[in-house]
Every structure is written in C-alpha cells, then in structure tokens.
C-alpha cells in the first residue's frame, strides 16, 4: 500500500463519518417521519456557520461551538416540526409534499444564508496544536482526527440511544409500524418532533464538523451535502439509522478512493453511479430491510 | 335501457364543453402569444413565459398522469440545449433542423432512464436527482471542442430573437395539443390507471411498462425542444445555465401551483407565476429567491391541490368540463 492510498483510507474514514452523520439523521427522519429532509445539507450549512460566526466574533473554538450548535438547532427543529408537519397529513401524497415541502424549505434557508452572508466561501482558520499529527507514513490533520473523534462519539451514544433507551426504543418502534406503537400508548406527536428536533440537532453538529473538515462553505453548498445523504440513506437502506452509518463510512471510503486514482469530476461520478447500480440492483439497500409501511 | 341513453347523452353533452372550452383556451392563448410582438410587448418576458408553460405541462405528464415526480427533470433540458448548440455550431446544421435533433436526444435520455421506472416514489425522485446530476459532470468532462467547456457554445451570428419566439409559440401548442388529446385518450386513461393502481390495471390488459415508457418519453421530448429553443434564443449554451437545478425548481413550482394532473393547470400556474417572479423579481430582487422558497412551502401546507386543483375539488361536477 502506497502513501496515497493511505492517505485516501484514513480520509476516506474521516469524510466518511460525516456522511455517516448525514445519513443517520435522514435515515432516522423517514423511517420515524416518512420526512425526505431535502434541506438536511442546508441545516448543516447553517451549522457550519453558526460555528464561524461564534469563532469570529467570540474567539470561541469550533469544539465550543458543538454543544451550542447542537442545542439551539434542536429547539429550533422542534419548534419547526409544529409549523410544517402537521399539515402534511393532510395531503393526498403525504411523502412527496413533504419532499417538495422540504425542497421550498432548502431554498428559502439558501436564501436566508446568502442573504446574512453573502455568496463569498468562507473557512475556519481555527488551528489545533500541533497542526497535524503522524499516522504511518501520512500526515493527518488535527481538525480532521478531531472531527473523526467526535463523530465517532456521537454515533456511538446514537447507537446506545437507539437500542438502549426507551425513546430511542420507541424511535426504531416507530420505524416499524406507526399505528402499533401509539396502542402501547406512545405519544406519537412528541416522538415525531422528538425525531425531527434531533435530526436537526445532529445536523448543527455535522455542520460545525465539516467546517473543522472542509476546507470551505458557502450558501449553496447545502444541495450537494443533502445528496450525499440521499445516496447514503438509499446505500444504507431507508429508515435504517444503523445501515446509515455504515453507508456513510463505506461511501465516504470509495469517494476518496476514487480521488486517488481517478481524476476528480471523475471520482464524483463515482459516487452517482454507485447510487444508480444499488438502487436498480438491490432497491432495498446494501443491508436491507424494506421498512415496513 | 332509458336511463343509459341519457347517461350517454349527458357524457356527449360535457364532451361537446369540453372540447369548445379547450378550443377557446386554445384561440385566447395563441391570440395573445402572437400579438405580443406587435403590440411592443416585452418579448422576452413572454418567451420564458411560454417554455414555463411548455415545461410545467410536460412535467404534468409524468407527475400527474403517470406519478412520478422527476426531480431531475433539467437533465432532459440541457441534453436538448446542448445537442442544438453541437449540431448548429459543429456541425453547421440550420437551427430548424437541429431543434427537433433536441427532442430526438431527449427521447433517446429517456430510454437509458427507464430502467428507473421500476422505482416509486422518493427513490424514483432521488435517483433522478442523482442521474441529472450525473448528465451534468459527463458534459462538463467532455473535451473542450465539443462542448466549449466553462465558456459554453455560442451559435454565432444566428440569433434570430423573433423567430425563436414563433418556435417557442409552436412547440408550447403542441405540447398543450398533446396533454389535451392524451387527457381524454386512452393512453391518458390507462396512465391514470397504472398510477393509481398498476395490479388492478395490468388485470384489465394494460401493458404496464409500455404504458409508462410512452409516458416518460413524452414528457422527455418538451423539456429537450424548450431547452433547444432556448438556445436559439439566448444564443448560448453552457453546463452552468442549461443544468441548472432552478429549471427543476420551477417547473415543478409552477406545474404544483396550477395543480397536477389537469391540463389548465400547469397553464395556470405557469402565467400566474411568472406574473409574480417578475414582479418580485423587479422590486426585491434580492430576496427573489427567498420568497420562490417561501412560496414552495405555502403552496404545499396551504393549497397542495394547487389552484385549478383546489377549484376542481370546491366544484367537482366541473370536473367533467374543465380541460
């Protein structure tokens, strides 16, 4: 193994966990919600600069930032369920008019970014000490092994939440079969804004990651991480958080691999195609279960 | 034996509105869209009036009659945009010629699609999402000579603004003539059925897949001409603006906001919604975005039926009449 597929390996890791991220709170969203957050990339957008904003103006580090970004994003998210799910229902096609609904929201919250902060990229220049830190014959950035950290903390109490907990238990309940878990007496309407206030939770988190990760954000970055978690959440199988993860850290893994040996416009059709085969090959996901409806 | 008589009558008698309504819809559009010129009207505002209706009419076909909701739809836009510009400008083709060439590939893209037909649903929207977005990165990585790469293809001398407009008059005809006859076809019918219930459909003989194959390449082939056309009339083309994913967003706004699956609708919604972009557009032309966005959102919380959509169901009895 050469230092460039190293190199591509542990990035591959460290992107692929933040896509794991954008997986699991989509995934989580429809299989509770039958929601298809498609302003998930926006919301994470927003976290990135949420994290910006705190640092630029308060010096505050990005690691500060985390539980801010995570914690207002998640009254913000449940205060949101309130105003737009609700009515869904009331559609004919509850699951594309809230695909659509979503699609309006991504654009307005673009819109709002762009308005705030215009259409210039912006970066952190927040910087560990030391800058980088050795793995083998590659030097890995210590943002990036940060980021990876915290990634790797937060899928690990989503996943002891998930099986461990009792909402979390009702949350994978839900996913199942919506009508069974409120004749146990779970209060669906609390559980659905649960669900959708910590997926933008989460989202708050995974924005202030990828400004730690990326080397620059701008308003309409949004839409391209919004599809990253499409193809991750179809790889992983929908509404399976679990699947999810495991989708983002393999995706993430065959995109970097694909930099390393093919050009770059290349490498991002990679990625599309890995989609298109998946999804005519095995509809149901790599691991999947069809969710039942 | 009495009483089947007169349902029979009283269909004839809503056919016979219902073809004069369409007739009449037909004269008033095609009288105001050709007199626009003449009266010094704002040409260019009526073109992109005019492949907004095109558009959202097309797109009706597949999400209204068939049920899928492409969500992808600029891919067939570009690919017409750019065959057009490759003919013209390689080729040295005459614009006339290369135009319904435009169709033809957009056609051909619905085929290598099909397979995708299988799917339903949010699968079918986000794997049409992530083809478009695919064509998008193959014509950017063609070689430059080609397709011009970032600095697009431009057909030269041949801009001819006025006739671009007549063909962006015919080609809106006929996609309107096409939604109006397939409405009342049977394919229109077996459409709807197939949509709404493939088992049931299948039973009655309907070919399923052929079915909606015919479908999903209709509603390839306006996307293709209105991207061609445009190219005429811009004079331009590159991977930035022909691929653009506000041309999904549009058309799809403006084809909800008039309501899916009648054939006024997207018409309808196409007008009234490019009357309130340009107004929009030219006061706040900042927060232009911001209130396309906003917009999305209330149409789908408060009127998800759309405009003709939600009268229809007010009056349902219209139903029999309202093209």
């Given at each position: 193994m050469t230092a460039l597929m190293i190199n591509g390996l542990v990035n591959g890791i460290i992107v692929g966990g933040l896509y794991a991220l954008l997986g699991l709170s989509l995934s989580l969203l429809y299989g509770v919600?039958?929601?298809?957050?498609?302003?998930h990339g926006e919301l994470v957008i927003a976290g990135s600069y949420v994290a910006y904003v705190l640092f630029s103006t308060f010096g505050l580090s990005p690691l500060a930032a985390l539980p801010l970004a995570a914690i207002s994003f998640f009254i913000v998210g449940w205060g949101a369920y309130f105003v737009l799910?609700?009515?869904?229902?009331?559609?004919?096609d509850p699951e594309t008019a809230s695909f659509l609904l979503m699609y309006g929201f991504s654009i307005a919250m673009a819109a709002v970014l762009l308005l705030i902060f215009e259409a210039d990229s912006r970066s952190i220049d927040y910087s560990f000490d030391p800058i980088s830190i050795p793995i083998g014959p590659v030097n890995v950035s210590t943002a990036r092994l940060v980021a990876l950290a915290v990634t790797a903390v937060v899928s690990a109490v989503m996943a002891w939440f998930l099986f461990r907990t009792l909402p979390g238990k009702a949350l994978r309940a839900a996913t199942m079969n919506r009508e069974a878990i409120q004749i146990v007496g779970v209060n669906i309407e609390r559980l659905s804004a649960f669900a959708f206030a910590l997926t933008f939770g989460i989202a708050g988190v995974t924005g202030v990651l990828i400004a730690l990760v990326f080397p620059a954000f701008g308003p309409f970055s949004g839409a391209e991480y919004s599809i990253i978690g499409f193809i991750v959440i179809v790889l992983g199988g929908l509404g399976n958080p679990m699947g999810a993860l495991i989708a983002g850290i393999f995706y993430g893994i065959a995109e970097q691999m694909a930099t390393v040996f093919l050009a770059q416009a290349l490498a991002q059709i990679v990625g599309f195609g890995m989609l298109v085969v998946t999804i005519l090959v095995r509809p149901t996901g790599l691991f999947g279960f069809r969710v039942l409806r | 034996m009495l009483s089947h008589t007169r349902s029979q009558q009283d269909r004839e008698h809503g056919d016979k509105i219902f073809w004069r309504l369409a007739a009449t819809l037909g004269v008033i559009v095609t009288t105001y869209f050709a007199l626009v010129p003449y009266f010094g009207l704002n040409i260019a505002f009526h073109f992109y009036m005019m492949m907004w209706i095109t558009m959202a009419t097309a797109f009706n076909i597949s999400s209204g009659f068939s049920g899928y909701m492409p969500f992808g739809y600029v891919a067939f836009y570009g690919i017409g945009a750019f065959t057009t510009a490759i003919l013209v400008?390689?080729?040295?083709?005459?614009v006339i010629a290369a135009v319904p060439m435009a169709g033809v590939a957009g056609v051909i893209l619905s085929l290598l699609f099909a397979?995708?037909?299988r799917l339903s649903g949010i699968y079918f929207a986000i794997v049409s999402l992530a083809l478009a977005a695919i064509c998008r990165l193959i014509i950017t990585n063609l070689p430059e000579e080609w397709?011009?790469?970032?600095?697009g293809l431009q057909l030269g001398s041949r801009a001819e603004p006025l006739n671009a407009f007549f063909l962006m008059m015919g080609v809106m005809l006929l996609a309107i003539a096409s939604v109006l006859w397939m409405s009342r076809s049977r394919l229109g019918k077996a459409l709807k059925a197939v949509r709404d219930d493939p088992e049931a459909a299948s039973m009655m003989g309907v070919n399923i897949g052929w079915i909606r194959l015919k479908g999903w390449m209709l509603a390839a082939f306006f996307p293709a001409l209105c991207g061609g056309v445009e190219a005429w009339y811009t004079n331009v083309v590159d991977t930035e603006t022909a691929f653009n994913t506000l041309v999904t967003t549009k058309t799809v706004i403006y084809a909800v906001a008039g309501g899916?699956?009648?054939?006024?609708g997207p018409i309808v919604g196409a007008i009234a919604m490019s009357w309130i972009d340009e107004l929009v557009w030219r006061r706040f032309p900042l927060v232009n975005l911001l209130i396309l966005g906003v917009a999305v959102m209330a149409l789908v919380l408060f009127l998800p039926r759309g405009i003709v959509g939600s009268v229809l169901r007010a009056r349902p009895r219209w139903r029999r009449f309202i093209p």
């Open positions: 919600l039958r929601v298809v957050n498609f302003a799910i609700p009515r869904l229902s009331k559609s004919d | 400008k390689k080729l040295g083709w005459s397979p995708t037909l397709t011009g790469g970032s600095f899916l699956g009648t054939v006024t």
